[in-house]
């Protein structure tokens, strides 16, 4: 499993590629927050998630951004799911049934 502070890297890594004005007059820590902080419109955050899904061999929904508030947040989320790139596990229940009991 990648450390904490790999896994931010490798955040970061794809925010400068998906974004590449979302860093702009900031230096990013795991207090950023994904909405305020960055300049990045709603385009620019469906395009880093997939940037993320690619990078971590995640599935994320949509939904599933809005409740990660800042740059650690996402961290946890993803050091708690994500081995190594291409490594496809989800971050979110696939299937109804295991989504809603």
Do not use: W
Not at 13 to 22: F, H, I, M, S
Not at 27 to 41: I, K, S
Not at 69 to 75: H, I, K, N, R, Y
Request: one cysteine or more; proline letters at 5%.
């Amino acid at each position: 499993m990648a450390s904490s502070s790999e896994v931010f890297q490798r955040i970061v890594k794809v925010l400068n590629a998906e974004c590449p004005t979302a860093l702009m007059g900031i230096e990013p820590d795991r207090e950023t927050a994904l909405q305020g902080d960055l300049q990045v419109d709603s385009a620019d955050l469906i395009a880093f998630m997939a940037g993320l899904e690619d990078e971590f061999g995640v599935r994320l929904e949509h939904q599933d951004l809005g409740r990660l508030e800042t740059l650690g947040d996402l961290v946890d989320r993803l050091s708690a799911t994500a081995d190594t790139p291409q490594t496809h596990r989800p971050v979110v229940p696939e299937t109804a049934s295991e989504q809603y009991g």
